[in-house]
């Protein structure tokens, strides 16, 4: 692919619960997080209401030759609620910052959600039979009078519609004194990574009453901190590795075979400055919002304010690829700053086969770069450009100067409006795109007419 450019759109669902398409919405159904599970067969995304939403992808349909590549609204559920730190008296808010799908082993499903500072692991199952016959329990469940039981009966298994039951498994609580950022299943299937502000701490599924603290940045003196973390994630394939980014722009490569306690990276990945780009904002506009590994586990993508990075994982000095994401803002970065859009936090997703990339804008624009040709795209994420089955359009914007007939002029970009959550289908070109409360599924068209 870059035929992004034919994106078409699959299907548009408003999160928010009201019924017509311009309605207004509430805090709790802005869209936090998105993830699709490992097959692409399943696509669930959290709020700020402490909701998980979980959509499935319909059956290839042979009477209507476009159903495929469609989601449908599986299963909603609560995953956290409010909650109060009276030691603290801090308020504990409710929304989901990050969702992780486990590898499926069976039947069922199992995905982990985390808010600031609880991560749990719920189980998504289906059930289509219920059994009857007891003996000692009538239909309702109630126990029978024993002396009414004469003979025995073997309770038989009876079809019934089918019901998707989500259950918690685990809790993981009490770890995290900063707020949580990121979660990371490992490769080893059995344990995973809770990250905050300033420690990262290793879990094992099946115990919640302990972790492993394997990252403290935390100085003694809470005034010389220079520095926080602000995402990590596992190596694909290796689970001794993993990384982590930091607010200063650098990446930070951790080997757990070499001590149990990682503060010694293995490598740091970080470009030098130009002198000559030095700014007030520079700090800022250099932080790392999002790092994600390539599937090939080769290369590390990351995103900053302005820019999208591609780094080797054997090149440390300078990353390999950089991605303007939207460089006509760095003029407007004083006026980002006051309104604090400055400090917005973009993710970026890889494709299947790591050859695009995809990440966030404002004016609910998302970006595509195409690693082997150098081509990119801007798209919109609306509803007046998303008519199913219609072609998104590329857009322009223009700094000044000689305009087109459809570009768009920087001064009139909604800041308001930013795409800060995305997901790409593991193995096709499906997109997920969050904007505000509502979930944009766009499908290749190679991918309908292979389909189709």
């Given amino acids: 692919m870059l035929n992004p450019i034919q994106v078409l759109c699959s299907d548009i669902t408003s999160l928010s619960l009201e019924p017509e398409p311009f309605a207004s919405y509430t805090e709790a159904d802005i869209i936090s997080t998105v993830e699709f599970n490992h097959t692409g067969?399943?696509?669930?995304?959290?709020?700020?209401?402490?909701?998980?939403?979980?959509?499935?992808?319909?059956?290839?349909g042979k009477t209507e030759p476009f159903s495929q590549g469609e989601y449908n609204v599986y299963n909603t559920f609560q995953s956290h609620e409010p909650e109060f730190d009276y030691l603290?008296?801090?308020?504990?808010?409710?929304?989901?910052?990050?969702?992780?799908?486990?590898?499926?082993?069976?039947?069922?499903h199992f995905l982990l959600s985390t808010n600031d500072k609880t991560v749990k692991l719920w189980k998504v199952s289906e059930r289509d039979k219920r059994p009857e016959g007891y003996n000692l329990k009538d239909e309702e469940g109630r126990m029978k009078n024993l002396s009414t039981v004469t003979s025995l009966q073997v309770p038989v298994l009876k079809p019934m519609d089918l019901m998707v039951e989500v259950s918690p498994r685990r809790v993981f609580a009490n770890a995290h004194t900063y707020h949580v950022n990121s979660i990371s299943v490992n490769s080893d299937h059995e344990t995973y990574m809770s990250a905050d502000d300033l420690r990262i701490n290793l879990w094992h599924l099946g115990i919640t009453n302990r972790s492993f603290n394997i990252v403290d940045i935390k100085p003694v003196n809470m005034e010389d901190?220079?520095?926080?973390?602000?995402?990590?994630?596992?190596?694909?394939?290796?689970?001794?590795?993993?990384?982590?980014?930091?607010?200063?722009?650098?990446?930070?490569?951790?080997?757990m075979r070499e001590a149990a306690l990682c503060d010694k990276h293995s490598k740091l990945f970080e470009e030098p400055e130009d002198p000559s780009n030095r700014s007030?904002?520079?700090?800022?506009?250099?932080?790392?919002?999002?790092?994600k590994f390539s599937h090939s586990g080769r290369y590390l993508l990351t995103r900053d304010y302005l820019t999208a990075k591609v780094w080797d994982l054997n090149m440390e000095n300078k990353p390999l690829e950089i991605y303007q994401v939207h460089e006509y803002l760095r003029s407007k970065l004083c006026s980002l700053y006051e309104n604090d859009c400055i400090f917005d936090k973009f993710e970026c997703v890889w494709n299947g086969s790591d050859s695009v990339i995809m990440t966030g804008a404002y004016n609910n624009f998302f970006r595509m770069f195409d690693r082997n040709t150098n081509r990119d795209v801007t798209l919109e994420a609306?509803?007046?450009?998303s008519k199913p089955r219609a072609v998104l359009k590329p857009r322009r914007v223009c700094q000044g100067g000689k305009r087109r007939k459809d570009d768009i002029s920087v001064d009139?970009?909604?800041?308001?409006?930013?795409?800060?959550?995305?997901?790409?289908?593991p193995t096709e070109n499906i997109i997920a795109i969050a904007a505000t409360n509502n979930l944009y599924i766009f499908q290749d068209k190679l991918n309908q007419e292979m389909h189709g």
């Fill in 88 to 108: 603290k008296s801090l308020e504990i808010e409710e929304k989901i910052n990050k969702i992780r799908w486990l590898p499926q082993q069976n039947a069922a």
């Fill in 382 to 385: 609306s509803r007046e450009s």
């Fill in 41 to 60: 067969e399943l696509l669930a995304t959290g709020d700020k209401g402490g909701r998980v939403v979980i959509f499935q992808r319909e059956p290839e």
């Fill in 412 to 425: 009139s970009l909604d800041f308001t409006k930013k795409i800060l959550h995305t997901a790409w289908h």
């Fill in 225 to 255: 901190l220079t520095e926080v973390i602000t995402a990590a994630e596992f190596h694909p394939h290796h689970c001794n590795l993993l990384v982590y980014s930091s607010s200063k722009g650098t990446l930070r490569l951790c080997d």
């Fill in 280 to 291: 007030f904002f520079s700090e800022i506009i250099s932080s790392v919002s999002d790092v």
